[in-house]
């Protein structure tokens, strides 16, 4: 296992190197299509841009989207799942109201509408993931709060004493904390996958700022003459999918029970048994 972190880490530092005196942005007619060769490891692109470069920046976009958006989808989600597990009452009602409003919404109709309505851009994406995608978090932790206040070690910490806050902070985060980081790693590859899609057909990610999915769109007038325009940009969002997806069952065998369909929580809010 080391000596393949060894070994990853090794082609990752060298492709950072690489980059570091390549600018991805800078256009060269001239030398449009070349292939690779030891001055661009993986040729140009259509307007001469060196394609690793580009590849590995587009790499660097997608993932830090992704992580960003689920990163602060997650912490509403939990947020307002463990409030509405923790409090019973109105606010428990409120935050099930707007779950039911807002899950009616497909999530590809819904960044569309957001699309149209605020302009194509990454900003509009990171939206419309929030409104939606929050809602499965929210549902898991407090379907986990709700467990886990039935426990006598909730209860002995009333007794002696210990305020709401703490009782969240010492012994309900601790305990749904794995969990809810096993639907964020699922999810990192979806958001990747939503990305691509969206920056496929103009929606997301805008030039000249490069994105997996963007490189798809702008490979497919090549294809026939540089394959390596649509194959690679694909090859990396499929590599990245499957190592999320491995990365989310070696976590599921660490302790984790996310169901891989939602994450154990259907849209409706059911609970299915762990994987």
């Known amino acids: 296992m080391k000596k393949r972190w060894l070994i990853f880490g090794g082609c990752l530092l060298l492709f950072i190197s690489y980059t570091v005196f390549i600018n991805p942005f800078d256009t060269n007619v001239a030398k449009r299509l070349e292939p690779a060769s030891f001055e661009h490891w993986l040729g140009t692109d259509g307007l001469g841009r060196d394609f690793a470069a580009r590849l590995f920046l587009a790499g660097l976009i997608s993932l830090g989207f992704s992580l960003l958006t689920v ?18 009452g109105r606010l428990k009602r409120w935050i099930h109201r707007l779950e ?28 419309a993931i929030l409104l939606i995608k929050w809602i499965s978090y929210a549902r898991l932790s407090e379907t986990l709060v709700t467990e886990t206040m039935q426990k006598p070690y909730i209860s002995m910490a009333r007794i ?26 699922l999810d990192v590859g979806k958001v990747i996958l939503f990305l691509s899609a969206f920056s496929y ?24 003459s540089a394959p390596r325009l649509m194959l690679l940009p ?42």
């Not at 990396?236 to 939602?262: E, F, Y």
Request: net charge neutral; proline share 5%.
């Open 71 to 88: 990163l602060l989808t997650a912490c509403i989600g939990t947020c307002l799942g463990c409030l509405a597990g923790f409090y019973d």
């Open 160 to 185: 002696n004493g210990l305020t709401d806050r703490m009782i969240l902070r010492r012994h309900i985060l601790p305990t749904i904390i794995r969990q809810v980081v096993v639907l964020m790693s």
């Open 234 to 275: 694909g090859a990396c969002i499929v590599l990245t999918v499957v190592a999320t997806m491995g990365w989310t069952r070696w976590m599921k065998k660490k302790g984790g029970h996310v169901n891989d369909s939602d994450s154990e929580l259907t849209r409706s809010g059911e609970t299915r048994p762990s994987a």
């Open 100 to 127: 039911d409003g807002l899950v009616i919404f497909p999530d590809t109709v819904l960044a569309l509408v957001i699309a149209g309505l605020f302009g194509a851009s990454p900003q509009s994406l990171i939206f």
């Open 201 to 224: 057909i103009g929606l997301g990610v805008q030039a000249p700022l490069p994105e997996w999915g963007a490189m798809l769109n702008e490979g497919r007038p090549y294809f026939s």
